[in-house]
């Protein structure tokens, strides 16, 4: 395995992925041992470990991987979850990612329409311009969010990740969705990719989607 830089404040930054995996866990999103919260280090990437469950969870729960295989770096004693792979696709993909959020998003899944038989990648096109500007983007670019089938193999998953960012048409969106599973956040820091996990799921709650065969689905306001 090749040197991989660490920053010099890993030991903080395991305790502050902690703290985000301990309140993620309190909100409903990390429940039980599913879900993983990941952070940059350096060239390496820290993610909690797997089969945790995150109410128990302190810094040693944490684990150094190196970005190319995801595999444990020189000294660490924990192994990483088993979408380690998704993680390491994003940080891959777009360089000034920060922050992965892999979480269970239950009301979310009204805005992931189903997948066809063949596995082609779905959308939900969020059209009203408040869910831009609650996502960061301005009205001219109405997000239109990804949905990947959930699958057993994650490193599937992330391969159709992959894909869908480069289908992206409208500029890398804020958050992915997984078919009846829940989704996939990430921004610049941890706190940007929960700000956009928060957004989400409030919007869920106000525009729920309607899954339309062989088209995006469109979310839709609620009757007032």
Request: charged share 20%; proline share 7%; with cysteine.
């Amino acid at each position: 395995m090749k040197p991989v830089y660490i920053r010099d404040d890993a030991e903080s930054q395991r305790q502050h992925l902690s703290a985000v995996g301990q309140s993620l866990c309190r909100r409903g999103w990390l429940p039980g041992t599913y879900g993983s919260v990941s952070i940059r280090s350096g060239e390496a990437v820290l993610i909690t470990v797997g089969d945790l469950d995150k109410r128990v969870m302190t810094h040693q729960d944490t684990v150094m991987v190196d970005p190319f295989e995801g595999l444990p770096l020189t000294g660490e004693i924990e192994w990483p979850p088993d979408e380690t792979a998704i993680h390491l696709a994003l940080y891959r993909r777009l360089p000034d990612c920060g922050a992965v959020i892999y979480a269970q998003a239950p009301c979310a899944k009204a805005l992931a329409p189903l997948t066809d038989g063949s596995g082609h990648l779905s959308q939900a096109v969020l059209r009203e311009p408040e869910m831009a500007q609650a996502l960061g983007l301005s009205d001219a670019c109405l997000p239109a969010l990804p949905v990947v089938a959930d699958r057993l193999d994650a490193s599937r998953i992330a391969e159709d990740i992959v894909a869908a960012l480069e289908a992206s048409a409208a500029g890398t969106p804020p958050v992915l969705l997984i078919q009846q599973n829940g989704l996939v956040a990430w921004g610049r820091d941890a706190d940007e990719a929960l700000t956009r996990l928060e957004c989400i799921e409030q919007l869920s709650h106000l525009f729920p989607a309607d899954a339309v065969a062989d088209e995006p689905a469109v979310a839709r306001r609620n009757a007032r």
